[in-house]
């Protein structure tokens, strides 16, 4: 023990130890204080937020902390997440309150993915411009856009009414009791009582010129039967006709509809398709290139077997 | 002189650089002969893994783009190459068209050693097609072609033992197929002639020496992996076997057989022309 004090009395090194060792902790300190205030900072965490929410059918492909974008620049980010009465997905987001202003009442978010295979983000979209500003609280309006899923998805949801229309179209005219039978089925019956009318008038001329008056009024009184009759179907016909043609517009209609949502349809997916295509076939050409000059290679080269060229090898039996 | 000191302070640099010297790649090759290249590799890759269609169509993309840089050997290699698929695939009309082409006297000169393989595969397609008259004129040419030491020789005496199989000469496909036992390294052509060998024996009631064979031929064939040529060997064996009153044993291999040719059969990529046998 007197040994240690003779040392730290004589030794120059250690006057004023403690307080260089007090300034060495401070300065760590304050640098490790700085440091994550920085990062704080660069992270937003002092960036003043105010909520806002939206209500989603499902909370698939949302998390907490997933981004919310404006044209491509981070404005906040999903903070919470729940579920609602009608387990519909109720999720909130904090947005960055200098970015507040730019939403308005009627903006939107709209899940979407970055690039063809990116991570999932939330897009918002401004909202019309005459419109009131957002306020902290609000709820706005939710859709799942983009990605090939959701053109699969939304081309199914397109195009299988239109099928069902025209199922129930072809189902209809195949039905016996179906309009299009049964007014085919009188229009059939109005064309052979019309031929019976013919025979009879042709009948009654014929008892004419034998002078048979007697005759004459009982086959009048079936022409008039049968003229009245005709008169009745064709008034259905008359009534009916409109009904169909109106159904048959309808379905036309429909086709069209279809076609044009296939259309529709096939031009927004090709470019994204194709825009996919073209990058997995980038990225086996890119994959293949490096693992063939990987493979060409110190020292992958010496443990590859060497790629077969020329003749493929062959005998007497093959 | 280098002084000591300094070289222990830079070798581990000197090091270094000998390491990045041997990791460089190999120079790039211009970009039409890369791409034809990498498409008899993809070709090869496609043959290996039982692809015989992407096989077919690479091999096709092969050759014309050979044929585009007037690199005549390697298109004369491809269309072999694409020949032995169509055979594959029971097209033996687009095989030998393929081959005919090469032998042809209006088309380029090829390499005779190439004109000598492509004659070979032709009488190969030709005796399985049973049409042993022409695959003896294309056995002829084959021969022809070979100025010295054919590279398929052994598989030219095994075609001519499978020929004589086929006339019912089996005293001349056993010699023939000794003759290639003898001379032989390859393994294929070993089985083959083992094989050729056994078939005539039992033909000539030598059943014991074809069970000899045929277990060899088995063996071969299991090394080198070869499901048809397994069930052929394991069927001689039962056969055999049930001639020499070995009742027993040979309804076990026939079993193998059986249990063999059926998992082949379910298995994906197999080729037309096995399943048409």
């Known amino acids: 023990m007197s040994q240690m004090k003779l040392l730290a009395d004589k030794d120059e090194r250690f006057k004023g130890l403690f307080v260089k060792v007090g300034i060495f902790v401070l300065l760590a300190i304050l640098g490790v204080s700085f440091n994550l205030l920085f990062s704080g900072i660069k992270k937003g965490l002092f960036t003043p937020k105010s909520p806002i929410n939206f209500v989603a059918g499902t909370g698939q492909d949302i998390k907490v902390g997933m981004p919310v974008k404006l044209n491509g620049f981070k404005i906040g980010s999903v903070s919470k997440m729940g579920m609602d009465e009608k387990a519909q997905a109720r999720v909130e987001m904090l947005i960055e309150n200098r970015y507040l202003s730019l939403l308005k009442e009627d903006a939107m978010v709209s899940l979407k993915q970055e690039g063809v295979i990116g991570d999932s983000i939330l897009e918002a979209r401004r909202g019309s411009e005459g419109k009131k500003q957002l306020q902290p609280g609000a709820s706005i309006e939710f859709e799942r856009g983009g990605g090939l899923d959701r053109i699969a998805q939304d081309l199914r949801d397109r195009l299988y009414p239109a099928l069902d229309e025209i199922n129930k179209l072809l189902k209809d005219a195949n039905d016996p009791k179906g309009d299009v039978r049964q007014t085919l089925g009188n229009l059939r019956q109005f064309s052979a009582e019309m031929r019976g009318t013919r025979a009879r008038i042709d009948h009654l001329l014929d008892q004419i010129n034998e002078g048979v008056a007697n005759d004459v009024r009982p086959t009048l009184h079936a022409v008039k039967q049968s003229a009245e009759s005709a008169e009745a179907i064709m008034g259905k016909v008359n009534q009916e006709l409109p009904g169909l043609i109106k159904k048959t517009d309808a379905s036309i209609d429909n086709l069209r509809q279809t076609s044009e949502t296939i259309k529709s349809a096939v031009d927004n997916s090709a470019p994204e398709l194709s825009g996919f295509l073209g990058e997995t076939r980038g990225l086996v050409s890119d994959t293949r290139n490096i693992m063939d000059s990987a493979s060409t290679s110190w020292p992958l080269k010496s443990m590859m077997q060497a790629p077969e060229q020329g003749l493929v090898k062959m005998d007497s039996h093959d | ?277």
């Open chain 2, 1 to 277: 002189m280098i002084n000591r000191a300094i070289f222990k302070k830079i070798w581990p640099a000197i090091l270094l650089a000998l390491l990045a010297a041997c990791g460089s790649a190999p120079p790039r090759q211009p970009a039409a002969i890369e791409q034809a290249r990498k498409t008899e590799q993809a070709a090869y890759r496609a043959m290996r893994d039982g692809d015989l269609m992407r096989a077919r169509e690479l091999f096709r993309q092969s050759m014309l783009l050979q044929q585009s840089l007037d690199n005549l050997p390697a298109s004369a290699m491809a269309a072999i190459n694409l020949s032995l698929v169509y055979h594959k695939q029971g097209d033996d009309g687009a095989a030998l068209s393929l081959l005919d082409h090469i032998l042809s006297d209006t088309a380029p000169v090829y390499p005779a050693e190439l004109r000598g393989t492509a004659a070979f595969r032709k009488a190969v397609i030709l005796v399985d097609a049973g049409k042993a008259a022409e695959a003896e004129v294309a056995l002829q040419q084959a021969a022809g072609e070979c100025k010295q030491q054919c590279v398929y020789s052994a598989g030219m005496n095994n075609l001519h033992a499978r020929l004589a199989l086929g006339k019912g000469d089996y005293a001349a496909a056993l010699v023939l197929a000794k003759s290639v036992m003898n001379s032989s390294t390859e393994k294929e052509e070993l089985a083959n002639a083992q094989r050729s060998a056994a078939i005539a024996e039992t033909a000539l009631g030598q059943h014991e020496a074809a069970l000899t064979h045929y277990l060899a031929a088995l063996e071969l064939d299991k090394e080198l992996g070869m499901s048809v040529r397994i069930v052929m060997d394991l069927q001689g064996v039962a056969w055999v076997m049930d001639k020499l009153g070995r009742k027993p044993e040979a309804e076990a291999y026939a079993r193998r057989a059986a249990a063999v040719d059926e998992a082949a059969h379910l298995l994906p990529g197999r080729s037309v022309k096995s399943a048409l046998h």
